[in-house]
């Protein structure tokens, strides 16, 4: 190694012996070279810098400097200081623990069916039939579906007037959406069928790259449908599956549209369907309570909770080497 | 112990044509090599034997049974898989006992069991590893540990050593020759390597566009190839062909015999700039074919001569350390692979060269222009 070294530094130093004129040219070309791409960089970034400076990274900061100052309750009056002591406050009050219980039982409403209902379309859409192009379309398309468009049409399905339950002879009293009990599973349903194309085009990708001459060695080893499906499908899909749980998680504690198009902050059932992050938006809004302070430690929780579900993720992709063939 | 018969097995993929009218048996305990270029069909065939792929036509049996309906797990065949089709999440203890786990083998027989393969193929030492953990190597001897564990009838092996590099290629041919021996597990393996399916097989069944050309041991199948498309992908180099017409020289070409009696002129097969005489034995089976024909030369069986009756100029001159090959173009663009040994002289590039057959009547193949097809006693 150390011969290696001295003869490479030999060769260099016999270059300078040799006064090598053109040797500073280039490097100073390169030089130049350098700082325009540098600069280019630079400015192509820029736009994206500043629409993310201005409503990701000020906003993210300034929410912590919120959580110290107490807003009255009056629009235009100035904040005053109060420390850490709203922090303890807000995380301690009813109104807080009850939406993040909500917000648990929203996801444990949503999460499981919306992820077993994916990865099953994603299983049958995942044979080679022919027209199944149109099936993985159709089961994918709920991605693409707005959220007040979804939450409209379920509307209008449980209007207890009007709705498909009426129709199917079912007429709970109270509607669906005024019940203390059937409100938020309402909202899960919509918000279960908005994420089923979401899960189902994350399970297709992982089961796409499940190797087939897997799943025939097995067969040729003596495991049915069944086996080959949970011995060696899931355990191979488990980092996708991993990923569609932690993904689903984050957006299902930020599912907001469905349940203020459908509940909406003056409904008498909103306490029971006030998950976090609609308590968040509530709690700042001027109209309602006006309450910025206490808005942003409850967003700081949502926040530190997603950054957890994150690392967790990372942490599992990290495991998935040892899934590599 | 088991014979695997296909009897008349079509297989289309929609239009496409894969495997036509194949029938072939591969015998009990013997290695047969399905030999041919890629998208020849010769996967296929091991698939439907598999199970993997459904029949369009005709029956596959495994020993007295047809098979065409019997699912994969049913037919006890184990598959090596090109890509070794190991399973990521298993240790190579667990990847070797999955068949006999699934089909309920009890936990002191399974243990014995793997024991027994992984020593057989030297992997005790990785029992547990992950197959991630393993080299190329490694991880083949483990999907053959998997393939023998449960003592199938038939071994299904595909491609199984073209991921391999070289030199471990030839330790793993030998290996598993050996192994096939030891065990006289009736062996279907495919290839598309034919030094392999030459060391290797029993018999080799030559495929080409879903249709069997041939079925014959190596040494026949290379001495006697039953049409141009075995003669070319045989051998490596494979088979100069060139084409010309059969023609009669010599005193009987205008006699009053003529026709009466074989063996009187001299048979030649004639092409633009030379004329190469076929030796008597040689062309009393071909005599009355033609008059198009392709005579077929090994590489081995020209020479360079001064005398030889076949004009070339000197393309390329490959050394091969114990050989060298000496491509030559003739006068009608055919080109020509002489193979000679190490201490012949080596012509320039650019060099008019002549080119002699040899005497020897082994040397001289004649295939029908037309079909391709072998003339004379096959």
């Known amino acids: ?325 | 112990m088991a014979e695997v018969t296909f009897l008349g097995v079509t297989k289309r993929f929609g239009e496409t044509l894969a495997v036509d009218d194949l029938t072939l048996s591969v015998r009990d305990g013997e290695l047969l090599v399905l030999l041919g270029p890629s998208g020849c069909g010769k996967t296929t065939a091991l698939r439907m034997v598999a199970g993997l792929e459904e029949l369009t036509e005709g029956t596959v049996s495994i020993g007295d049974r047809v098979v065409n309906d019997v699912d994969p797990k049913d037919r006890d065949v184990a598959m090596v898989f090109q890509s070794y089709a190991l399973y990521p999440h298993l240790t190579v203890a667990k990847n070797i006992e999955f068949p006999l786990r699934q089909r309920g083998v009890d936990k002191e027989e399974r243990a014995a069991k793997v024991k027994r393969a992984a020593d057989t193929l030297g992997l005790s030492g990785l029992l547990g590893r992950k197959p991630a953990q393993l080299s190329g190597g490694q991880r083949q001897r483990v999907a053959l540990a998997r393939a023998i564990v449960r003592e199938p009838l038939v071994f299904l092996m595909d491609e199984p050593l073209s991921n391999l590099d070289a030199a471990l290629r030839v330790q793993t041919r030998a290996d598993i020759v050996e192994l096939q021996a030891r065990l006289a597990t009736t062996t279907l393996y495919v290839t598309h390597d034919q030094v392999e399916a030459m060391t290797m097989g029993h018999r080799i069944a030559v495929m080409s566009e879903g249709r069997l050309q041939q079925v014959a041991a190596p040494e026949a199948l290379y001495d006697r190839p039953a049409n141009t498309f075995v003669a070319r992908f045989l051998g490596s180099p494979g088979m100069n062909l060139i084409e010309g017409m059969l023609v009669e020289s010599g005193p009987s070409e205008t006699g009053p015999e003529r026709g009466a009696g074989a063996g009187v002129g001299t048979l030649c097969v004639a092409f633009p700039g030379a004329s190469v005489p076929l030796p008597a034995e040689v062309a009393e089976g071909v005599r009355g074919a033609g008059p198009d024909v392709v005579l077929g030369l090994r590489p081995e069986a020209v020479h360079l001569s001064s005398d030889g009756s076949i004009g070339a100029s000197v393309v390329i001159v490959e050394l091969l350390g114990a050989e060298t090959h000496v491509i030559c173009t003739t006068e009608m663009g055919t080109r020509l692979i002489v193979r000679q040994g190490a201490a012949a002289p080596k012509p320039a590039i650019g060099e008019t060269v002549r080119i002699a057959v040899s005497a020897d009547p082994q040397a001289y193949h004649l295939f029908d222009a037309g079909t391709g097809e072998r003339l004379g006693p096959s």
């Open chain 1, 1 to 325: 190694m150390t011969t290696v070294t001295a003869g490479i530094g030999g060769v260099a130093e016999a270059a300078e012996a040799t006064g090598v004129a053109t040797a500073p040219q280039p490097r100073h070309g390169l030089h130049t070279r350098r700082r325009k791409e540098a600069l280019l960089a630079y400015g192509l970034l820029l736009p994206a810098l500043v629409l993310f400076g201005a409503f990701s990274f000020y906003p993210f900061f300034r929410n912590f400097k919120l959580m110290l100052y107490e807003t009255p309750p009056v629009p235009g009056l100035p904040a005053h200081y109060v420390g850490l002591h709203q922090i303890g406050s807000t995380l301690t009050s009813t109104q807080f623990t009850q939406s993040l219980v909500t917000s648990l039982i929203f996801v444990v409403l949503v999460i499981p069916i919306s992820l077993i209902l994916g990865l099953a379309l994603a299983v049958a859409a995942h044979r080679k039939l022919k027209g199944m192009a149109v099936y993985r379309m159709i089961f994918s398309s709920t991605v693409v579906s707005s959220v007040a468009v979804a939450s409209v049409v379920f509307g209008t399905l449980l209007n207890p007037v009007v709705g498909l339950l009426p129709w199917l002879g079912i007429n709970p009293t109270p509607p669906a959406l005024e019940s203390t009990t059937w409100a938020l599973p309402a909202v899960a349903l919509i918000t279960i069928w908005q994420f089923l194309g979401l899960v189902f085009i994350i399970m297709l990708a992982g089961l796409q790259s499940v190797p087939d001459e897997l799943l025939e060695a097995a067969r040729i080893d003596g495991a049915n449908a069944w086996t080959r499906f949970w011995r060696m499908t899931v355990p191979l899909l488990s980092p996708t599956i991993f990923f569609a749980l932690v993904v689903s998680t984050i957006y299902a504690m930020q599912a907001f549209g469905a349940i203020d198009i459908l509940i909406g902050p003056m409904n008498t059932v909103r306490l029971h369907t006030n998950v976090l992050i609609y308590n968040i938006v509530n709690t700042n809004s001027p109209a309602l309570e006006n309450n910025a302070g206490q808005a942003a430690v409850m967003a700081t929780v949502l926040f530190l909770i997603t950054l957890g579900m994150t690392l967790l993720q990372m942490r599992f992709l990290e495991r998935r080497v040892s899934y590599a063939r």
